[in-house]
């Protein structure tokens, strides 16, 4: 591709369409080589741009085949229509009229899995973002919201079931063997909520009936033969609709809500209004197939995409630019959701796990951009991390701010003012600070400053005054396109620990009286001392109390202060970081022994904080699987100026053999312990038991110790549910024994008609630390399950290798960067948008050594020149480049 053919998008060139849409009537004849689409559409001008009274009307399409055109009734001759590959123009239309196009188009080549396509003799639509362009002439674009109606026509034998949005008007036969359904959505919507499926489907079936009495029909439509991994996801639907009433007040507005799951698909799930389209790792589950991280998941994500019938269907995004608008609130709507259902500690540390490993590392790339982005080349480019994750921190730190009782205030005057509306991130914002009275105008920043601030927090106690003092110091680094940045509205909650270990009360200087044992700090200035008086003895403080902003931390706090906060500190996600920025004291210091060539030797005192824990994990089993989790080879390499894969990989194998060897029969102990022989439960208390007993066997399996060996292998043959079968069948896999490749082998051989469960297979070879991981992962390309037009088989194992094993992905030949180069280019023509989604570990390259830098480098480049690339590999490809210098 052409450096110069890629356009950037602007925020700053935002401007009302030209013309609305108000009604859609959609007649879609569903056919086995190609299908029609009839698209009736009520247009009028937008009054909202009196400058546009004499626009052209231009419609945006692709990849549609036109039959007609008709304006009012009249059919339009060539000579009225320009026709371009991306739009259908009409130069002289009237204020208001009826326009309806004939296209066909041909879903069965549909490999990019964009608009209406077929996945597994199935029809489906995925729309959000740009897709439904590819379904007929439009106005594609998120501020253009119509009410709809959907005639679906198709064979009856083969496609018995016809679903659209809203509820089901009409149905019949017709002659030939085919059937119709014609389904009526009350609200207005964008064209990226419409969804459309046909196919021969079974479901499961259920109620619910809202505060306000309306009885709703919950349906989840399957495949022939995944009629018993539905419950959960059914149980977790229900838990989700109630949950929103309880928390939100708000209730679900339509008779029927729908989900069903697809085997291809580029996403998670998508809400679609009244009709959510879920890949099936989302939906199908049950103990002998799933692990327990897929029950979490399938519960959160249907959370998610149920949430999303009010913030993103019923108030949506005026302009992609404000896309955080409804998926940051969404994820955090979620993950409170997932704190209540289970354990609220367990659940903050892996959010924050998740935000590090992958957001922060964006922050620190090519690929950095705000929360609300100021331009894009492909905008399937920006369903990032930072739009959702660090989104949805973002919403956290308002509710921080406001307060639980003032932030629904702010809610309940959001959906007063922009119910039925496509409203900006500064709309929220506003709702927010109206409803609350507080100001969050320098707050507003968290939308439009890239990168992650860091905090530099110093500590001085003063006997004779009884004061402390924490100093806090601000930085904001540069990022791509933004050199200088102005300081941040941080909240940053603290609590102060007394030598006895409990929570001091806390008093500003300033205040009369003690206000509570945790405060907010509001950081807003590059440096500020904050003053406690009334403070008894030197305290330890507990800073960034439940991950209250999405920074860095630095602190003046000593080892011996770390391991007091791990024993005391009454946070529980505070108790687990201090453990973390302690291992990663003493593993990055270990780092730096390995590279200088010194011996390497885990302090005694990490040892036994370690046995500590140990000896208290009976107390909270699913805490303490977390706590004992050494730092991750990606979050240490984000703390290196340069990162060294290889020095991080051999030091954090030795802290985990070390511990391994010193502990043993604790580690032993624990593992019997919490090896149940009660009926397999999903309950966070039987989760926290796996969590752990996995975790100690992880460590043991460092041994290389035939004992241990064994008893994987026994746990293998023997286990319950899948969680245990996975874990033990990852440890194996990394220990390169022949025991190890017969339970691979085994494996599939058991499970090979269940395609989740053989994507696990390909996810734990692609992540093995084996030396010979990369050919074994080549070859497996070839493999017969692997089908590379489906994304979850390239996530598993593409995916996996490259984002999941930085040891062998970064190995210094650059095979590793050839290997993902040659998949990204095979990708591209077939599915720009997954093919994007791996180009990832790229973007970073300027974390690496020169050496690796340049093998990247010449990997982008052959990237970027080959022609015909799709706009989405190109925008990472040649902003990686850019950024590389």
Not at 79 to 91: F, G, K, N, Q
Not at 134 to 143: E, L, M, Q, S
Not at 832 to 858: E, N, T
Request: aromatic share 8%; net charge negative.
């Amino acid at each position: 591709m052409d450096k110069g053919t890629p356009k950037a998008i602007r925020l700053q060139d935002y401007r009302p369409p030209a013309h609305l849409i108000d009604t859609v009537d959609l007649f879609v004849d569903l056919g086995e080589d190609v299908t029609t689409v009839r698209a009736v559409l009520a247009i009028r001008r937008n009054p909202a741009r009196p400058d546009a009274a004499a626009a052209p009307l231009t419609l945006d399409g692709q990849r549609l085949d036109l039959v007609s055109v008709a304006l009012d009734g009249r059919t339009l001759g060539a000579e009225a229509c320009t026709v371009t590959p991306d739009h259908l123009t009409l130069a002289d239309v009237p204020e208001s009229f009826t326009l309806e196009t004939v296209v066909r188009i041909r879903p069965q080549e549909n490999t990019a899995l964009e608009g209406l396509y077929k996945s597994s003799g199935n029809f489906c639509t995925q729309c959000e973002a740009e897709g439904f362009r590819k379904i007929t002439y439009f106005i594609d674009r998120p501020d253009v919201m119509a009410r709809y109606s959907t005639t679906i026509t198709a064979e009856k034998a083969r496609y018995p079931v016809l679903l659209s949005n809203g509820n089901l008007a009409d149905a019949g036969d017709l002659d030939g063997g085919r059937h119709w359904a014609r389904w009526e959505d009350p609200f207005p919507k964008p064209c990226y909520l419409f969804a459309l499926v046909a196919g021969n489907l079974v479901h499961a079936e259920d109620h619910f009936r809202t505060a306000s009495g309306r009885h709703v029909t919950l349906r989840i439509y399957v495949e022939p033969g995944n009629e018993d991994k539905i419950d959960h996801a059914m149980r977790s639907l229900i838990k989700s609709m109630r949950w929103d009433e309880e928390v939100y007040g708000l209730e679900y507005d339509l008779d029927i809500f729908n989900i069903v799951a697809v085997g291809d698909f580029n996403m998670g799930a998508m809400e679609n209004k009244s009709l959510n389209v879920f890949n099936t790792k989302y939906i199908l589950a049950k103990p002998e197939t799933a692990t327990d991280t897929d029950f979490l998941n399938i519960e959160a994500v249907v959370a998610h995409e149920y949430f999303h019938n009010w913030t993103g269907n019923r108030v949506t995004c005026r302009d992609w630019f404000q896309l955080s608008l409804k998926e940051g609130l969404t994820v955090f709507r979620d993950q409170e959701f997932s704190s209540d259902m289970n354990s609220r500690g367990v659940k903050r540390i892996g959010d924050v796990q998740g935000l590090r490993t992958v957001q922060f590392q964006e922050d620190a790339g090519a690929m950095a951009h705000p929360v609300r982005p100021d331009a894009y080349v492909e905008i399937n480019n920006f369903y990032t991390p930072t739009v959702y994750n660090k989104g949805a921190e973002v919403i956290r730190m308002i509710h921080t701010l406001l307060g639980a009782e003032k932030y629904r205030k702010g809610i309940d005057l959001y959906f007063q003012r922009h119910d039925g509306q496509a409203v900006t991130c500064d709309d929220f914002v506003a709702a927010m600070a109206d409803a609350s009275g507080i100001d969050l105008s320098q707050f507003q920043l968290w939308y439009r400053q890239s990168g992650t601030p860091e905090l530099d927090v110093t500590s001085d106690y003063d006997a004779a005054a009884k004061s402390f003092r924490l100093t806090v110091r601000q930085t904001v680094p540069p990022t791509p396109g933004q050199p200088v940045k102005q300081p941040m509205h941080i909240p940053l909650v603290v609590g102060l620990l007394g030598p006895d270990g409990r929570d001091l009360p806390l008093r500003l200087a300033g205040e009369a009286a003690p206000a509570g044992t945790s405060r907010i700090l509001h950081v807003t200035a590059e440096s500020q001392t904050f003053e406690f008086q009334d403070v008894p003895a030197r305290p330890v403080p507990s800073l960034l109390r439940g991950f209250s902003a999405p920074v860095k931390l630095k602190s003046d706090l000593t080892d011996a202060d770390l391991t007091f906060l791990m024993a005391h500190d009454s946070d529980a996600f505070n108790r687990w970081e201090a453990g973390q920025i302690l291992g990663t004291r003493i593993l990055l210091g270990l780092v730096a022994d390995q590279q200088a060539g010194r011996p390497l030797d885990l302090p005694r005192g990490y040892v036994d904080a370690v046995a500590t824990i140990l000896d208290d994990a009976a107390r909270d089993p699913a805490f303490a699987a977390q706590a004992l989790v050494l730092p991750t080879e990606a979050y240490l390499g984000t703390q290196m100026a340069v990162v060294d894969p290889d020095a991080i990989h051999t030091v954090r194998e030795f802290a985990r053999k070390t511990l391994a060897a010193a502990l043993r029969p604790r580690w032993l102990d624990l593992y019997r312990r919490n090896t149940s022989q009660e009926p397999f439960s999903v309950d966070a208390a039987a989760i926290g038991k796996r969590a752990l007993k996995n975790l100690c066997l992880a460590y043991l399996m460092a041994l290389e110790d035939a004992e241990v060996l064994d008893l994987c292998l026994d746990q293998y043959r023997t286990a319950q549910g899948m969680t245990d079968v996975i874990a033990a069948l990852q440890f194996l896999s990394n220990a390169a024994t022949p025991e190890g490749d017969a339970a691979l082998a085994d494996f599939y051989e058991r499970w090979k008609g269940e395609p989740l469960v053989v994507d696990k297979w390909f996810g734990v070879q692609a992540m093995s630390h084996r030396p010979d991981t990369l050919e074994r992962v080549t070859a497996l390309l070839g493999h017969p399950a692997f089908e590379i037009r489906n994304p979850n088989k390239v996530y598993a194992l593409i995916g996996g290798f490259a984002n999941g094993n930085p040891v062998r992905f970064h190995d210094s030949t650059g095979a590793g960067y050839r290997f993902l180069a040659d998949q990204v280019l095979r990708l591209d023509p077939m599915n720009p948008q997954v093919a994007a989604r791996l180009m990832g570990p790229f973007s970073r390259l300027r974390r690496y050594d020169a050496a690796r830098q340049a093998l990247m480098k010449a990997q982008l480049e052959r990237i970027v020149g080959t022609p015909g690339l799709s706009p989405d590999v190109y925008e990472v490809a040649s902003k990686s480049l850019d950024a590389a210098g």
